[in-house]
C-alpha cells in the first residue's frame, strides 16, 4: 500500500513526471467542479425524475441561490454606504453657523462669555444665584 498525497497537497511549482495522475495544485478548473456538485445534488432527486430535468432544476436552484446572496450582499453594502453618508453630512453639517472651523464644535471662550453661552457650569450659577 503506498500514501499518496491528496491533489491539494501538491506544489505548485511540481513537474509532470514527478504526479502520478498529472493533477497539479495549480490546475483549478471551476466547470468540473460544478458538474461535480450538480451530479452530486441530482442524485438526491428520485429517480422518477429523469436526469436532464433534474440537472436543469439544480442549476436553476443554485442560479437562484446564488442571486439572492449576491442581492443580500450588494443590499447590505448600498445601506451601509448611505447611512455612513448620511452620518457624515449630518456631522459635518449640524451646529456651528457662526464659526467657520466646521464640524459642529464651538471655539472656547474666555471669561465672562464663557458663562453666557448656555454651559452646565453657568446654569448652575444662575440657578444658584437666583435662590441667594
Known sequence: MTLRRHQICQP???K???????????D???QQMLDGA???VAGFVPSSVPRGIAKGGVYA???????GLIQKVLSG???LALLGTLGYLYLSLSGGDDDDEGGGRKRQQSGS????DG???SDARRIMDKYK
Request: zero cysteines.
Open 12 to 14: 505548485a511549482a511540481a
Open 16 to 26: 509532470k513526471g514527478d504526479n502520478d495522475d498529472g493533477v497539479y495544485a495549480t
Open 28 to 30: 483549478f478548473k471551476p
Open 38 to 40: 450538480v451530479e452530486t
Open 61 to 67: 436552484l443554485g442560479g437562484l441561490l446564488v442571486f
Open 77 to 79: 453594502l448600498l445601506t
Open 113 to 116: 462669555e464663557a458663562d453666557d
Open 119 to 121: 454651559s452646565p457650569l
